[in-house]
């Protein structure tokens, strides 16, 4: 199994927001170069890379990291979900955060999600799309309850064995635990 690790908060968005579009600013030899293209019709895992933190005091500036991942977080609320939240990222910061919703809630590490990689194009008129980006196209999107631990790496790389088997499981048991009805929908249709 190949991974392919993301900046937070967009791994989030894969998981739990509908989103079904990966977008790289590779070129067509770098694409080529890591092998995009082999990957159509393969199950790649979803990492969320390495965690920004909040700065520790109000009067320190945020890190680049920790303003990027704002920014980002900002952006999805009001220009692609209008402010909404779907049921499921609903429903699971329900879960997970007691208190008042605060931006590391949507701070995933580790692989937390499964998909298989339609296609790839520069040509997606996806809302999740950048335009004049590689955009990597994602279907049947499994989020796996509980994200396996482990440190990613820049581009695609390969999952270790003993972590693809856990990832696999755990995939296995969500699509196991589906209502019969909703065996045959994607991902996407399943967060709905």
């Known amino acids: 199994m190949k991974g392919i690790t993301l900046r937070h908060p967009w791994a989030f968005a894969i998981a739990y927001l509908g989103k079904q579009v990966e977008n790289r600013d590779w070129d067509d030899r770098l694409a080529d170069l890591m092998g ?5 019709g393969e199950t790649v895992a979803i990492h969320g890379g390495t965690a ?3 700065p520790k005091r109000k009067n320190v500036l945020p890190t680049n990291p920790w303003r990027e991942f704002t920014t980002d977080l900002g952006y999805i609320r009001d220009n692609i979900l209008g ?6 990222a609903a429903q699971y910061l329900a879960r997970t955060c007691p208190g008042p919703l605060q931006p590391e809630a949507f701070i995933l590490p580790g692989i937390v999600a499964v998909a298989v990689v339609q296609g790839v194009t520069r040509a997606s008129r996806d809302r999740w799309a950048a335009q004049g980006q590689l955009h990597i196209l994602l279907d049947q999107v499994v989020t796996l309850p509980k994200p396996v631990q482990l440190s990613g790496h ?14 696999t499981e755990q995939a296995r048991q969500v699509l196991d635990t589906r209502p019969q009805q909703y065996a045959e929908l994607g991902g996407a249709a399943w967060l709905s």
Not at 36 to 40: A, K, N, R, S
Not at 83 to 88: I, Q, R, T, Y
């Open 36 to 40: 995009i293209h082999d990957l159509v």
């Open 52 to 54: 920004p933190h909040r």
């Open 83 to 88: 402010g909404e939240l779907p049921d499921a």
């Open 154 to 167: 820049q581009g695609i790389w390969t999952v270790p064995e003993v972590i693809a088997d856990e990832v």
